[in-house]
């Protein structure tokens, strides 16, 4: 019987991932609220186990691997935070791990998953297909190939992101009008649906991509999945950088109430933003929601708003470029 994302799902992942994934902060700042005339709380994934909410989904599916598929082991493609999730989630629970990386994959990200015990296989983003790679591999070793969104058991450990958000946002009598998220392949923010679906009907979910890999809002705004040829110049959002929303996650994310756009000159400032008020690490890719917020794309004022503060792997050349004002856009 095949298997399908579900709030039940979510709470399933809940139970199998505690105890190995981090319960995250949901942090709340006075400066940020003052400057956006409403209350902000921010969840951050940042201080997750491997640096990025990644782990949530790939310890969710590969805890239920069998003893013998262990012995084989797991293949994964991905840009840097599923890739880092997948090789500390495969050294968790003793198995081994393939990584199809792009061979522009920040700095921080391979050394990450090497550290965590992976093997890299580098590509190139512009002429080969990670998924026929990492297909391949998987035939040819035996391996179980762990998607980074386009699985149900990674999407429902996603999801628990937003069970989270709605549990600790009720511990401090928070009643969330809307919830920002960043939006590639879509696992993270169809996971994070399925929950507020069930739990937080009421709160708008928005969506927020990098203006030039913007598939997701094209999807949506053609009422089908479609995949188009990004520019040939990278995003510093590395993170968000997928050619089309994912299979599964599609038709759940139909549901979002609009998705948001953000230039790479306005992630580097809710980077700075980040470290010089909020005291945190973001990576651009993880503050595109935060990104949308300073820069007056969602509304904020007397409302309170979520805001998913995805991941903190960031190369370090890169964010003191950022931190010192010396990035361009």
């Known amino acids: 019987m095949t298997h399908t994302a579900s709030f039940d799902g979510v709470l399933d992942a809940a139970r199998q991932i505690a105890g190995a994934a981090v319960r995250t902060p949901l942090i ?91 093997e890299v296989r580098f590509y190139d983003r512009y002429t080969e297909s990670r998924e ?17 969104f386009d699985d149900p058991f990674v999407i429902e450990g996603q999801g628990t992101t937003g069970l989270e958000i709605v549990e600790q946002a009720g511990a401090v009598g928070a009643d969330l009008d809307q919830l920002l998220c960043g ?26 991509e990098p203006r030039e890999y913007n598939d997701t809002e094209l999807s949506l705004a053609a009422g089908e999945r479609l995949t188009y040829a990004p520019p040939q110049s990278p995003s510093i959002c590395d993170a968000l950088m997928s050619d089309r929303p994912g299979e599964l996650t599609f038709p759940i994310n139909r549901r979002l109430d609009r998705v948001v756009t953000v230039t790479d000159a306005e992630a580097a400032e809710a980077v700075r933003y980040a470290f010089r008020t909020l005291k945190l690490v973001v990576e651009p890719g993880g503050a595109v929601s935060l990104a949308a917020l300073l820069a007056g794309k969602v509304e904020t004022a007397g409302l309170t708003t979520a805001v998913v503060l995805s991941g903190g792997n960031i190369d370090l050349s890169l964010f003191a470029e950022i931190i010192e004002g010396r990035f361009a856009g």
């Open 28 to 118: 709340e700042s006075p400066a940020l609220n003052e400057r956006l005339g409403g209350r902000v709380l921010l969840k951050a994934e940042t201080l997750q186990r491997a640096g990025a909410f990644k782990f949530r989904g790939a310890y969710n599916r590969i805890s239920r691997l069998t003893e013998e598929e262990k012995t084989r082991g797991v293949v994964a493609y991905s840009s840097g935070n599923h890739a880092q999730a997948v090789a500390a989630a495969a050294r968790m629970v003793g198995t081994s791990a393939v990584i199809v990386m792009p061979a522009d994959s920040p700095k921080v990200k391979v050394e990450g998953v090497i550290e965590f015990g992976g």
């Open 132 to 148: 026929a790679i990492g297909e391949e591999i998987a035939a040819t070793r035996g391996s179980v190939l762990v998607r980074p």
């Open 183 to 208: 939006a590639s392949g879509g696992g993270l923010i169809a996971g994070i649906n399925l929950s507020m679906a069930a739990r937080s009907p009421s709160t708008r979910v928005i969506g927020v």
